[in-house]
C-alpha cells in the first residue's frame, strides 16, 4: 500500500491519537453544527454538488447502496429521493454524526430505507459484491490509508457496480485561485471558530482539502486498487470534483 501525504494531516497535531480516532472525535465534537455550517461555508451550493455526484450513479438504478462517511446522513436521504432505491446502508466513524443523522432520518420517515452504522471504511463489515453503488460525499479526505479504504469500497462492490466520491479539491483560475485561498486560510477556520468553538476542524479542513492527491493522481490511485472506465467531472470552477469508477 502507498503512502500519501494526505494520510499524515490530522485535526489535532498535537494529540497521540491514529488519525481515525482523532476524526471521529472531530466530527463528534462539530456534530450539533456540521449541517449548518455546510450550508453557511459553501453558500448553500454544496446540497448541487451532492446531487449532481449521485446523478453519476443513476444509469445503473441501484438497488442496495453504502454510502461511506455518511456522517448525518444528507447523501444517504438526497440518494433515496432521487434515486428511491430498495435499501441504502451509511457507515460512518463519528456516533456524534450518526446520531444526529438517525434523528433526521426518524423526522423524515426514512428510517426504513435508509440504516447507519458506526463503521470503518477500512474494515467495511459486508461480504464481497454486495452494493450495486457506492456514494462517498467529501469523506475519502479523512481516510488514514486511502488506498486500504478505497480497496475496501471495490471490495464490496459487485461487477458491473459503480463508485462515485465527491471530493474537495484546488481550483486553477488566475484570480479565483487567490481568493479561494484566502477563504479556506482565513475565512473558514474563524467561522468555524465562531459556531463550533473549534477552529482545529476547520483548519484540518483546508490541511487536509492542500495536501489531497486530486485530479488524474486520484483516478490513478482508483485504477491502482482496480477500478475501471474511471473519470472525473469538475464543479464550480474546480473547488470540487466528481470521481468515478466501476469494477
Known amino acids: 500500500m502507498g503512502k500519501f501525504a494526505h494520510d499524515e494531516i490530522v485535526p489535532f497535531k498535537e494529540s497521540e491519537l491514529a488519525k481515525k480516532d482523532q476524526v471521529a472525535n472531530m466530527f463528534d465534537n462539530i456534530a450539533f453544527r456540521y449541517d449548518f455550517l455546510n450550508r453557511l461555508l459553501s453558500a448553500g451550493i454544496d446540497v448541487s454538488w451532492r446531487k449532481k455526484a449521485i446523478r453519476e450513479i443513476k444509469s445503473i438504478q441501484p438497488s442496495i447502496i453504502l454510502d461511506v462517511a455518511t456522517g448525518t446522513a444528507d447523501v444517504a436521504m438526497l440518494t433515496y429521493d432521487m434515486l428511491h432505491p430498495k435499501k441504502i446502508i451509511g457507515i460512518d466513524i463519528s456516533d456524534g454524526m450518526l446520531d444526529f443523522g438517525r434523528k433526521k432520518l426518524i423526522q423524515k420517515k426514512l428510517d426504513q430505507f435508509i440504516q447507519l452504522q458506526n463503521s470503518d471504511s477500512e474494515n467495511i463489515p459486508f461480504t464481497n459484491d454486495y452494493f450495486d453503488a457506492i456514494t462517498v460525499?467529501?469523506?475519502?479526505?479523512n481516510?488514514?490509508?486511502?488506498?486500504?479504504g478505497l480497496g475496501e469500497m471495490y471490495r464490496v462492490l459487485k461487477?458491473?457496480?459503480?463508485?462515485?466520491?465527491?471530493e474537495f479539491s484546488k481550483p486553477t483560475a488566475i484570480g479565483f485561485k487567490q481568493f479561494y485561498q484566502l477563504y479556506m486560510n482565513y475565512i473558514t477556520p474563524s467561522i468555524?471558530?465562531?459556531?463550533?468553538?473549534?477552529?482545529?476542524?476547520?483548519?484540518?479542513?483546508n490541511d487536509?482539502?492542500?495536501?489531497?492527491p486530486e485530479g488524474e493522481s486520484?483516478?490513478?490511485?482508483?485504477?491502482?486498487?482496480?477500478f475501471t472506465q474511471t473519470y472525473l467531472k469538475k464543479l464550480s470552477f474546480g473547488i470540487c470534483t466528481i470521481y468515478c469508477g466501476s469494477k
Open 159 to 166: 461487477p458491473g457496480g459503480k463508485m462515485v466520491v465527491l
Open 208 to 212: 487536509s482539502v492542500q495536501a489531497f
Open 218 to 226: 486520484f483516478l490513478t490511485i482508483m485504477n491502482g486498487v482496480g
Open 192 to 205: 468555524g471558530k465562531i459556531f463550533s468553538s473549534n477552529k482545529n476542524a476547520y483548519q484540518y479542513l
Open 143 to 148: 481516510f488514514q490509508h486511502l488506498e486500504k
Open 137 to 141: 460525499a467529501f469523506g475519502v479526505r
